[in-house]
């Protein structure tokens, strides 16, 4: 199975539209090794980091993303 349109593997992204890019994960921060990814639905996954740097992550997301919910993978 081919990559989602993404992925560029290095190519201009700028011709894709953006239904297409709406597909796309967003990368929102970085804490420590974790980092904090909004998924195609809206959804934000904390992925990989210490606990410690989890507890910051919720702590951005309850100071400046009231409304999100966040969920963790491994």
């Given at each position: 199975?081919?990559?989602?349109?993404?992925?560029?593997?290095?190519?201009?992204?700028?011709h894709?539209?953006?239904?297409?890019?709406?597909?796309?994960?967003q990368?929102?921060?970085?804490?420590?090794?974790?980092?904090?990814?909004?998924?195609?639905?809206?959804?934000?996954?904390?992925?990989?980091?210490?606990?410690?740097?989890?507890?910051?992550?919720?702590?951005?997301?309850?100071?400046?993303?009231?409304?999100?919910?966040?969920?963790?993978?491994?």
């Amino acid at each position: 199975m081919s990559n989602p349109p993404c992925y560029s593997d290095g190519m201009k992204l700028r011709h894709l539209s953006p239904q297409t890019l709406a597909l796309c994960e967003q990368i929102i921060a970085e804490f420590g090794k974790g980092r904090l990814i909004q998924q195609p639905g809206g959804k934000l996954v904390l992925q990989g980091g210490t606990p410690a740097d989890r507890t910051e992550a919720q702590e951005f997301v309850s100071l400046f993303m009231h409304e999100a919910v966040l969920s963790f993978a491994e």
